[in-house]
């Protein structure tokens, strides 16, 4: 044996060890980075009036799964701002409706609700859909992933309707995600 080899085989770990480190700080970055719309959409539903608990349990849970995806890489990672994005407006629409001094549990109101979770989630399952005909080869995973942040992301506004309006959330989302996507692919060949 060399006397040199266990130096050579220290600064193999060490150079294994730096890369890693460097990988995975890029990856972390990069996660970070696809969070770009996510204060403003927490700002918009502090303002709307999603505060307490519904904001202290969804928000970590929104970050943690942006994250973890956003971590990830590959089109898990560029599904997430769109996702937030679009999860915007099932968070909006339903706060929106009850700003007049009323809440989801009204009789007189608990179908506007509802129809404001389906809409909302239809209008950014439309947005997650045509983002999604851009992948090529990923966008099942892609629509599959969004489709999760923009659920939680909803789940901000369509709590106030309860479990009836976070299921027209996820029907809206998936009824006006799959058609876009499937259109928009038609249309750019």
């Known amino acids: 044996m060399r006397p040199d080899a266990g130096l050579a085989a220290a600064d193999t770990?060490?150079?294994?060890?730096?890369?890693?480190?460097?990988?995975?700080?890029?990856?972390?970055?990069?996660?970070?980075?696809?969070?770009?719309?996510?204060?403003?959409?927490?700002?918009l539903a502090a303002a709307l009036g999603c505060a307490g608990p519904r904001l202290a349990v969804l928000a970590p849970l929104l970050l943690v799964v942006a994250l973890g995806l956003g971590w990830r890489g590959g089109a898990t990672r560029r599904a997430v701002a769109p996702a937030l994005i679009a999860g915007a407006f099932p968070l909006a629409l339903p706060l929106l409706a009850t700003t007049c001094g009323t809440t989801c549990g009204e009789p007189r109101v608990a179908s506007a609700c509802l129809l404001a979770c389906l809409a909302g989630g239809a209008l950014g399952g439309l947005t997650l859909g045509i983002a999604a005909a851009r992948e090529r080869d990923a966008s099942l995973s892609f629509l599959s992933s969004g489709a999760l942040v923009a659920t939680v992301a909803g789940a901000l506004g369509c709590w106030v309707a309860g479990v009836p309006g976070l299921a027209g959330l996820v029907v809206g989302l998936a009824s006006g995600s799959i058609p876009a996507r499937a259109v928009a692919r038609r249309l750019a060949g």
């Open 13 to 43: 770990r060490r150079l294994k060890w730096r890369a890693r480190r460097a990988l995975e700080s890029g990856y972390g970055r990069a996660a970070l980075a696809a969070l770009w719309p996510a204060p403003f959409l927490l700002a």
